[in-house]
């Protein structure tokens, strides 16, 4: 019979299992090393022999070993686990704890378990608002019957460490995103007479997402300008950014008519890289900036600012953005650029907000670009729609200006 004194003890040691892995202490840890404390930690309460974290990859279908206590070769190894196969797996389709009270008569698909000598298993799966992050399971050498309170400190404990992961691929994502698109960004803007060239970019508060710029000189001695926006945010928007800024190079040494780049940039994303939507915008200038050749998948069009003619958008056939039809129906306008004049290509970032009218922040950009220096231009292009504010979206801008 239980006795008031030993419900007393039982929620004695009960507070201090949850204090452990709740501890003040643990915050003061970089994400790294509190998935590795809370990992020891359980070890320690449920007096087991293994813990580990395995987390799902891009794909969602298959678990990944991110940290480990008393099997680290799984880390090192880099195990991995079908969602729905193996014990792991079982635990991630299932979305619930899982008991293995025999793993011989058990389907285990990692065979360090087995090489271990790993004899029982509990795991349950990790959660970050409601969506499945990956799966914390611990091991027996001995046969072992976890009990209800096990199974319960262990969910508490998966909840910590899912935290700490999702916080800690959070930011390994966001350096990672950070470092290619430093990487695909010009570093320097090329020198060519008679133009004058400034680029500004501004991360956004949100994830990063696709956009970039580029600019370079062709075989024909004309310069291609690009912009454009991948559609989604993130790691994978970065990559695809990335092949999409490769691709769209390769083509304009083949073409000088910018439409038919971006068809073949279209057909090229379609079959490679089906689902993914983008907004660009290709120029192909003079060598001395006297006219451009421009054609867009979607994107706003550029700003001319011309000495004694105003600043006005360029009008020019929109097209459909890249990944939406099989058929694209794109042709490029041409645009006479007189001496002096500045052209400006931005991303949505720069004009779209939830709280102002299109319209308006057109207005303020046709007002903020003069025909003046493109470092100057670019300063008050960010000084009237940026601001102080703290923009969600990157802004990417660029400003030619030919040489008056």
């Not at 793993?103 to 271990?116: E, F, G, M, W």
């Not at 379609?270 to 060598?287: I, K, S």
């Not at 950009?365 to 504010?389: F, H």
Request: hydrophobic share 45%; aromatic share 4%; with cysteine.
């Amino acid at each position: 019979m239980t006795t008031p004194a030993d419900l007393s003890a039982t929620a004695e040691v009960r507070l201090q299992q949850i204090q452990a892995i709740t501890d003040v202490a643990l915050s003061h840890l970089d994400d790294e090393d509190l998935l590795g404390e809370v990992l020891e930690r359980v070890r320690e309460i449920l007096q087991v022999d293994t813990a580990v974290v395995l987390l799902l990859d891009d794909s969602r279908q298959r678990l990944v070993a991110a940290a480990a206590r008393g099997i680290e070769e799984e880390v090192r190894q880099s195990v991995q686990v079908p969602v729905g196969r193996g014990f792991a797996g079982r635990v991630a389709a299932e979305r619930r704890p899982v008991i293995i009270e025999n793993v011989d008569s058990a389907s285990v698909v990692n065979p360090l378990l087995a090489q271990r000598g790993v004899r029982s298993l509990l795991g349950a799966p990790l959660f970050v608002g409601g969506d499945l992050l990956g799966v914390l399971h611990v091991g027996s050498l001995t046969p072992r019957r976890f009990t209800p309170d096990e199974v319960e400190f262990l969910q508490l404990a998966a909840d910590r460490a899912a935290l700490a992961a999702h916080s800690l691929r959070a930011g390994s994502e966001r350096a990672a995103v950070r470092e290619l698109q430093r990487s695909l960004v010009p570093s320097a803007l090329p020198v060519i007479p008679n133009i004058e060239i400034a680029a500004r970019y501004s991360p956004g508060t949100a994830v990063v997402g696709g956009d970039w710029y580029d600019v370079f000189t062709l075989p024909s001695g004309e310069l291609g300008v690009v912009m454009g926006d991948v559609a989604g945010q993130g790691l994978r928007a970065a990559v695809i950014m990335g092949r999409m800024r490769s691709a769209l190079r390769a083509y304009a040494l083949e073409s000088d008519d910018p439409a038919e780049v971006l068809g073949k940039l279209d057909r090229k994303m379609q079959h490679f890289e089906r689902g993914v939507m983008a907004t660009v915008l290709y120029a192909v200038c003079d060598p001395g900036l006297k006219w451009a050749r421009i054609a867009s998948a979607g994107h706003w069009p550029p700003v001319l600012a011309v000495p004694g003619g105003g600043t006005a958008l360029l009008e020019i056939t929109p097209g459909v953005l890249i990944g939406v039809d099989d058929v694209p129906r794109r042709r490029s306008t041409t645009v006479e650029i007189p001496p002096g004049s500045v052209l400006c290509f931005y991303t949505d970032g720069l004009v779209e907000r939830r709280d102002t009218a299109i319209e308006t922040n057109f207005a303020r950009l046709c007002e903020s670009v003069v025909p003046g220096p493109p470092d100057t231009v670019c300063a008050s292009v960010m000084a009237a729609l940026i601001g102080r504010e703290a923009v969600r979206d990157d802004v990417a801008l660029l400003t030619l200006r030919r040489t008056p």
